[in-house]
């Protein structure tokens, strides 16, 4: 069986949408290539995916131990000529020479939504064949200009610089770093490649600089500052992160949807009422602060409140529409 036949039974048994687009998830798949190079402990790799002819981005941190990197594509290996860097957001654009690879279209952060269907393509372990995860989105975080994509495609090590694509094969996101303890996956915006390719090509390496989300853990953006607290299950941590977060960004539904949860995790549940109903307040389509609300209402035995959400549910988000109908929350 083909590979890219693989791939399409592979999707079509993974999405519960319709709505995808086999040709150019095809064309993203071929996309993806290995990040090769050797360090003082080996032969290190990484991900990467092909935006234009002859270059492909990948996260600076894949580059940081290695002075001769190169490009993996099927039993082919392609030089690396230069690159072009943005430490702080970590992402890296490769001058690769004469790569006969289809770039990917690029596609745009800001018009993603919570619950949307996405699928994850890259080189988890080092696999010389791309892996396929499927997945939905989370959240997305406004920093510095785009949104910062969570999602619950899962990658593994070998798949940082790897792609997060819409089922109508627009590069969406690189997947980038994940939260310890509730596996949650950060991909960085592919809006923030088209500034990159403007950038002045280094032909030094390893490269090396601090990324945003290696920050100290107090000059972390509060997105990240909530990891820890989640984790560990430490609720009056969270709901002292998230009340300084709604008083710094008042306008952002996820930080009221997490200083409801906060609340209502620490069973003060008016006050989770008033932050879920806030996060609506910004977004009418926020499916989690929607969910949250509905299985308060269920131990209230509000049946008709919890009927109107779920038909809200349904139309806005089927996964957390699942979710509420079958009581997995």
């Known amino acids: ?94 001058s690769v020479f004469n790569l006969p690879v289809k770039p990917v279209p690029l596609g745009n952060s800001r018009n993603l939504k919570k619950g949307q269907e996405i699928v994850g393509i890259g080189h988890s372990g080092g696999a010389p064949v791309a892996l396929t995860t499927g997945g939905n989105i989370i959240a997305t975080y406004d920093f510095e200009g785009e949104n910062i994509i969570l999602s619950s495609a899962k990658f593994r090590m070998g798949a940082s610089g790897s792609g997060l694509f819409d089922l109508k094969g627009n590069l969406i996101g690189i ?6 303890g509730y596996g949650n996956y950060y991909s960085l915006p ?46 009056a941590e969270l709901e002292a992160v998230t009340k300084e977060w709604v008083k710094n960004e008042p306008n952002n539904t996820e930080a009221w949807y997490e200083l409801g949860y906060a609340y209502e995790k620490l069973g003060k549940i008016s006050d989770a009422l008033k932050s879920y109903d806030k996060a609506l307040e910004i977004d009418e389509n926020n499916s989690d602060a929607l969910l949250r609300e509905a299985v308060i209402y269920k131990s209230r035995g509000d049946s008709k409140k919890v009927a109107q959400i779920q038909s809200t549910l349904d139309a806005v988000d089927p996964n957390k529409a699942w979710i509420l109908k079958n009581n997995k929350y």
């Not at 990197?69 to 690396?80: A, K, L, N, Q, T």
Request: hydrophobic share 40%; glycine share 4%.
């Open 1 to 94: 069986m083909s590979r890219l036949l693989i791939l399409i039974l592979t999707l079509s048994a993974s999405f519960t949408t319709l709505a995808f687009d086999r040709e150019n998830l095809m064309n993203a798949w071929s996309s993806s290539v290995v990040i090769r190079g050797y360090t003082e402990a080996g032969l290190a790799y990484g991900s990467g995916v092909v935006v234009a002819k002859d270059k492909v981005i990948t996260n600076c941190h894949v580059l940081r131990k290695t002075k001769s990197p190169w490009v993996s594509y099927g039993d082919s290996s392609f030089p690396v000529t230069g690159v072009q860097a943005d430490r702080w957001h970590d992402l890296c654009l490769l």
């Open 175 to 180: 997947n980038t770093f994940k939260t310890t």
């Open 190 to 235: 592919a809006d923030w490649i088209k500034p990159l390719m403007n950038k002045e090509v280094e032909t030094v390496f390893p490269i090396t600089g601090k990324a945003l989300w290696e920050e100290d853990e107090d000059k972390k953006p509060y997105f990240l500052k909530i990891a820890i607290p989640k984790t560990k299950k430490n609720w």
